[in-house]
């Protein structure tokens, strides 16, 4: 249910900016570097500082995760809520990044061992 409705919400968050998203990529790039920084480099300095203080591997990993991954259903239904469309535009953002940073951990995992 929860993986359904967090569909919904971006799916909702994607068609009502459809417009801006094809037409104006450029609005996107505040939002991709926020983004980017928030899952990438602080996930990289969780696995830095965790590594240093002797963490194992697959706590690291637990770690980065858990540091990395925001709300962004939740964020999305309220911005589309309380505000315009336009507002939520970060949500799916956010989202976009998260994939592609989940995909680097698998690439990751798997040059680890």
């Known amino acids: 249910m929860?993986?359904?409705g967090f569909f919904l919400v971006i799916y909702t968050i994607v068609g009502l900016n459809r417009d801006i998203l094809l037409e104006e990529p450029g609005t996107l790039l505040p939002a991709a570097a926020v983004a980017f920084v928030a899952t990438f480099v602080l996930s990289d300095v969780v696995n830095r500082i965790s590594k240093y203080f002797g963490v194992g591997k697959a706590d690291r990993i637990s770690l980065m995760l858990l540091v990395t991954r925001k709300n962004g259903g939740a964020?999305?239904?309220?911005?589309?809520?309380?505000?315009?469309?336009?507002?939520?535009?970060?949500?799916?953002?956010?989202?976009?990044?998260?994939?592609?940073?989940?995909?680097?951990l698998n690439w990751w995992v798997k040059r680890m061992r």
């Open 2 to 4: 929860v993986n359904w």
């Open 75 to 104: 964020a999305g239904a309220i911005a589309l809520i309380f505000f315009n469309a336009t507002a939520a535009i970060p949500v799916a953002v956010m989202t976009a990044v998260s994939v592609l940073h989940f995909v680097w």
